[in-house]
């Protein structure tokens, strides 16, 4: 019963927040109801028994990427009224697209069947739940039936970064940089000079 | 109804009185090391520290949250009043949620999840949202510069601290704190083979604390008092106890992953007779001292240099070391099965 409730706790609280993100006029709540909705996919994951990604779900998406958005969001300069301008204007298309969309996902779900044995593997988990921690069954996975995998998705990530840095790196000739190298080499003697003043002499 | 009783009203009633027993505590030892924190200050400044209120002052803590609970609380006129309010509030729930899976002696855990480390670092690293949301929601630019640097310090920091802690767990061979303590009880603890990492992860919780000297979300001198500075009364004690919760927090972490949590420091005679949590009490508070004495100590980091340090020295270091970390473990078969 009380695992029950968890589970409709989290779902309703989940699918409110994910709801009230597209409401909200204010995108600054409408980061922070994302996040919540995230916190809640994290404890629906604990659930199910899936400890580890849980845990991965928040310190990834709400510890660090979600810390991101609220960053840029916070930043904007926002006019709140001019948000509500030319809502009749885009209504007709917005509309239309929901439609669509709404219509592909009744299509997909009318004509959804799951593969034998993915439906085989659901039932019977490889290595049992009862012996082996998430973390560990992940790891086993990861690092020997889906290594390669696993580097060219590192690989991947790898060349986005760069990409980031390379395509906002500049350089510009008139900016003054700190050189750590001069200042750590700076010793006292060439800034420094210690005199020995005499009492009412002056230097 | 006795089912109900049985399965749902008494561990519910047992759960509470643990939390009670973790929560009051805590919160009692949040107030005596502002105390501490004044009186090691002043020693080190050569003053004398609160020594008026009570016995060699040592109510001082009560008169000032006495103090904290009878002022106003003022909501600026210009601020997100939910945020405004929820930020406080969220700074000091995250502070207290952590607890539940130290391992204060053994077995005595609150809860005794597989995945105790990562928990950690969640928690530790939602702690950012109380702070950022207080910058924002004041509609001040002080605050809101404090929350940005913050924001930006404690992601960044977090970083360095995943890897360091990834190398304690490739010795550990586990996620969970009271088997990487079992861990340290056969061989030694890991502040001697990862020295170097012990000393980065000191370093690295006072960044991620926010305290001196990488105490720049609240720099006096240029933000006046940073992401805090428009919050009074009852709001900016509970952003005070969740920073001071939180340095406990983390440096109990730190006990677990590197100071073998409850362990005596040698397993012999006068040292065993010593309950393991009074061990753990007192290594919890030498490393808060290191805290108050790195705050006496150290000027103010620039931020550029906060930002240096922590990307171009801690993460590579950090990273060297989990790969000689794992190389070890490897070439002398020593990897935990």
């Given at each position: 019963?009380?695992?029950?409730?968890?589970?409709?706790?989290?779902?309703?609280?989940?699918?409110?927040?994910?709801?009230?993100?597209?409401?909200?006029?204010?995108?600054?709540?409408?980061?922070?109801?994302?996040?919540?909705?995230?916190?809640?996919?994290?404890g629906l994951?604990?659930?199910?028994g899936?400890?580890?990604?849980?845990?991965?779900?928040?310190?990834?998406?709400?510890?660090?990427?979600?810390?991101?958005?609220?960053?840029?969001?916070?930043?904007?300069?926002?006019?709140?009224?001019?948000?509500?301008?030319?809502?009749?204007?885009?209504m007709?298309?917005?509309?239309?697209?929901?439609?669509?969309?709404?219509?592909e996902?009744?299509?997909?779900?009318?004509?959804?069947?799951?593969?034998?044995?993915?439906?085989?593997?659901?039932?019977?988990?490889?290595?049992?739940?009862s012996?082996?921690?998430?973390?560990?069954?992940?790891?086993?996975?990861?690092?020997?039936?889906?290594?390669?995998?696993?580097?060219?998705?590192?690989?991947?990530?790898?060349?986005?970064?760069?990409?980031?840095?390379?395509?906002?790196?500049?350089?510009?000739?008139?900016?003054r940089?700190?050189?750590?190298?001069?200042?750590?080499?700076?010793?006292?003697?060439q800034?420094?000079?210690?005199?020995?003043?005499?009492?009412?002499?002056?230097? | 109804?006795?089912?109900?009783?049985?399965?749902?009203?008494w561990p519910?009633?047992?759960?509470?009185?643990?939390?009670?027993?973790?929560?009051?505590?805590?919160?009692?030892?949040?107030?005596?090391?502002?105390?501490?924190?004044?009186?090691?200050?002043?020693?080190?400044?050569?003053?004398?520290?609160?020594?008026?209120?009570?016995?060699?002052?040592?109510?001082?803590?009560?008169?000032?949250?006495?103090?904290?609970?009878?002022?106003?609380?003022?909501?600026?006129?210009?601020?997100?009043?939910?945020?405004?309010?929820?930020?406080?509030?969220?700074?000091?729930?995250?502070?207290?949620?952590?607890?539940?899976?130290?391992?204060?002696?053994?077995?005595?855990?609150?809860?005794?999840?597989?995945?105790?480390?990562?928990?950690?670092?969640?928690?530790?690293?939602?702690?950012?949202y109380?702070?950022?949301?207080?910058?924002?929601?004041?509609?001040?630019?002080?605050?809101?510069?404090?929350?940005?640097?913050?924001?930006?310090?404690?992601?960044?920091?977090?970083?360095?601290?995943?890897?360091?802690?990834?190398?304690?767990?490739?010795?550990?061979?586990?996620?969970?704190?009271?088997?990487?303590?079992?861990?340290?009880?056969?061989?030694?603890?890991?502040?001697?083979?990862?020295?170097?990492?012990?000393?980065?992860?000191?370093?690295?919780?006072?960044?991620?604390?926010?305290?001196?000297?990488?105490?720049?979300?609240?720099?006096?001198?240029?933000?006046?008092?940073?992401?805090?500075?428009?919050?009074?009364?009852?709001?900016?004690?509970?952003?005070?106890?969740?920073?001071?919760?939180?340095?406990?927090?983390?440096?109990?972490?730190?006990?677990?992953?590197?100071?073998?949590?409850?362990?005596?420091?040698?397993?012999?005679?006068?040292?065993?007779?010593?309950?393991?949590?009074?061990?753990?009490?007192?290594?919890?508070?030498?490393?808060?001292?290191?805290?108050?004495?790195?705050?006496?100590?150290?000027?103010?980091?620039?931020?550029?240099?906060?930002?240096?340090?922590?990307?171009?020295?801690?993460?590579?270091?950090?990273?060297?070391?989990?790969?000689?970390?794992?190389?070890?473990?490897?070439?002398?078969?020593?990897?935990?099965?």
């Amino acid at each position: 019963m009380i695992h029950a409730l968890t589970f409709y706790l989290f779902a309703l609280v989940g699918v409110l927040s994910a709801v009230m993100v597209v409401l909200n006029r204010n995108p600054v709540h409408g980061v922070l109801w994302l996040i919540l909705a995230f916190f809640n996919a994290a404890g629906l994951f604990v659930l199910m028994g899936a400890e580890f990604i849980a845990m991965l779900v928040v310190v990834v998406y709400v510890g660090a990427v979600a810390v991101l958005f609220l960053f840029v969001v916070m930043m904007l300069d926002i006019n709140f009224l001019g948000l509500r301008e030319g809502f009749l204007k885009y209504m007709p298309f917005g509309a239309a697209l929901a439609v669509i969309l709404a219509v592909e996902v009744v299509i997909l779900f009318l004509d959804w069947t799951l593969a034998g044995e993915a439906m085989a593997l659901r039932a019977a988990p490889i290595p049992d739940v009862s012996q082996v921690s998430n973390t560990e069954a992940l790891g086993n996975l990861i690092y020997t039936q889906y290594v390669y995998l696993f580097q060219v998705s590192g690989l991947l990530l790898l060349v986005a970064m760069v990409g980031a840095i390379v395509l906002t790196h500049r350089t510009s000739p008139s900016v003054r940089r700190q050189r750590i190298a001069d200042q750590v080499h700076r010793r006292r003697e060439q800034v420094l000079d210690v005199k020995s003043v005499r009492s009412r002499g002056g230097i | 109804m006795a089912d109900l009783w049985n399965d749902v009203l008494w561990p519910l009633i047992i759960i509470i009185a643990q939390i009670l027993l973790i929560v009051l505590p805590l919160l009692l030892a949040v107030a005596y090391l502002t105390y501490a924190e004044r009186k090691v200050i002043g020693a080190m400044q050569l003053r004398k520290g609160p020594n008026v209120v009570g016995p060699f002052g040592l109510l001082q803590p009560i008169a000032d949250g006495a103090k904290l609970f009878l002022k106003e609380t003022i909501i600026p006129t210009g601020a997100d009043r939910p945020v405004f309010i929820l930020a406080p509030m969220l700074t000091f729930i995250l502070a207290l949620i952590g607890w539940a899976v130290i391992p204060f002696d053994e077995g005595w855990v609150l809860s005794d999840i597989n995945v105790g480390v990562l928990y950690l670092l969640a928690i530790s690293g939602l702690g950012v949202y109380g702070i950022i949301m207080a910058g924002w929601a004041s509609n001040s630019k002080y605050a809101f510069l404090g929350g940005l640097r913050s924001a930006a310090q404690m992601v960044s920091y977090e970083i360095s601290m995943g890897l360091i802690i990834i190398s304690v767990l490739l010795t550990a061979g586990t996620l969970n704190l009271s088997e990487i303590v079992q861990a340290q009880a056969n061989g030694v603890w890991y502040a001697l083979p990862h020295f170097p990492m012990f000393v980065l992860f000191v370093v690295s919780i006072l960044a991620e604390t926010n305290r001196a000297p990488f105490d720049l979300p609240e720099a006096e001198a240029e933000l006046v008092g940073g992401y805090n500075v428009e919050y009074s009364a009852m709001t900016f004690a509970l952003f005070f106890l969740g920073e001071y919760a939180n340095m406990i927090l983390m440096s109990a972490i730190a006990v677990v992953l590197f100071l073998g949590g409850w362990l005596p420091p040698l397993d012999m005679a006068p040292f065993t007779w010593v309950p393991g949590i009074i061990w753990f009490a007192l290594k919890v508070c030498a490393i808060l001292f290191v805290f108050l004495w790195a705050r006496a100590t150290f000027p103010r980091y620039r931020y550029d240099q906060l930002m240096r340090l922590g990307w171009k020295v801690f993460l590579p270091l950090s990273l060297a070391w989990v790969v000689l970390t794992a190389g070890v473990l490897v070439a002398f078969d020593a990897l935990p099965q």
